[in-house]
T-cell receptor
Framework: NAGVMQNPRHLVRRRGQEARLRCSPM?????VYWYRQLPEEGLKFMVY????????ESGMPKERFSAEFPKEGPSILRIQQVVRGDSAAYFC????????????FGPGTRLLVL | GEDVEQSLFLSVREGDSSVINCTYT??????LYWYKQEPGAGLQLLTY?????DMKQDQRLTVLLNKKDKHLSLRIADTQTGDSAIYFC???????????FGSGTQLTVLP
C-alpha cells in the first residue's frame, strides 16, 4: 500500500515538551502539505513543502512551529514548547506537484497536550 | 476572501437521498472537492469537479456546481449507514496550491 503515511497516530505531550510529527508522502509524490484540524472544525492549511524547500508557510504560527522535507526521509512538523491549544489532529497530504492536482491525505496524528 | 461554508448537521433515513450543500467565495477556484472523514480517520477523497462543469456523477454520488451563486452540492443516492461521517467541501483557489476547507457537515443516517 503506497498511501500517505503518518506517525505516530497518537501523541501525548506535557506542556513545554516538543512534538515531532512525521509524514511519508505517497510513492512518486514530491509535494507535501500540512493541515491542522482543531476539535469540531475543518482543516486549516499550515505549510506546503517540496523536497528541501518550503514553498508556502503562510498558515504556520510564527513561533514554535517549523517544518522540513529533507532530500531523504519523511517530512517533519515540529512543535516546540507545546501548549494546550496545540492539541489537534495534524494531517499531511501529498501530491505529485502538477498544477491543481488532487491531494491525498494521511490518517493524521492526534496530538494531546496535557 | 477564502471562506467555505457548510451546514453543520444533516440527518436522513437509510435509503433516502442526502444532499450536502456548500458555498465558496473564491471565483478563481478551478477545482472543488468533496472529502469524507469517518471518526478517528483521515480524509478520503470522494469526488471532485472542475469549474467548467455543471455536474458530475460517480455511482451513487452526484456533484452539482452553480458558478454564478458559488454553490456546490453533493447528493448521495440510497444513503446507507456506512455513509455516516463528516463531509468536507474544499476549494483549490487558482492562486495557491493549498486547499481551503469548510467546517464539515456531520451526516447521520438513521435506520
Amino acid at each position: 500500500n503506497a498511501g500517505v503515511m503518518q506517525n505516530p497516530r497518537h501523541l501525548v505531550r506535557r506542556r513545554g515538551q516538543e512534538a515531532r510529527l512525521r509524514c511519508s508522502p505517497m510513492k512518486g509524490h514530491s509535494h507535501v502539505y500540512w493541515y491542522r484540524q482543531l476539535p469540531e472544525e475543518g482543516l486549516k492549511f499550515m505549510v506546503y513543502l517540496q523536497k528541501e524547500n518550503i514553498i508556502d508557510e503562510s498558515g504556520m504560527p510564527k513561533e514554535r512551529f517549523s517544518a522540513e522535507f529533507p532530500k531523504e526521509g519523511p517530512s517533519i512538523l515540529r512543535i516546540q514548547q507545546v501548549v494546550r491549544g496545540d492539541s489537534a489532529a495534524y494531517f499531511c497530504a501529498s501530491s505529485s506537484g502538477l498544477a491543481q492536482e488532487t491531494q491525498y491525505f494521511g490518517p493524521g496524528t492526534r496530538l494531546l497536550v496535557l | 476572501g477564502e471562506d467555505v461554508e457548510q451546514s453543520l448537521f444533516l440527518s436522513v433515513r437509510e435509503g433516502d437521498s442526502s444532499v450536502i450543500n456548500c458555498t465558496y467565495t473564491d471565483s478563481s477556484s478551478t477545482y472543488l472537492y468533496w472529502y469524507k472523514q469517518e471518526p478517528g480517520a483521515g480524509l478520503q477523497l470522494l469526488t471532485y469537479i472542475f469549474s467548467n462543469m455543471d455536474m458530475k456523477q460517480d455511482q451513487r454520488l452526484t456533484v452539482l456546481l452553480n458558478k454564478k451563486d458559488k454553490h456546490l452540492s453533493l447528493r448521495i443516492a440510497d444513503t446507507q449507514t456506512g455513509d455516516s461521517a463528516i463531509y468536507f467541501c474544499a476549494e483549490n483557489p487558482g492562486s495557491a496550491r493549498q486547499l481551503t476547507f469548510g467546517s464539515g457537515t456531520q451526516l447521520t443516517v438513521l435506520p
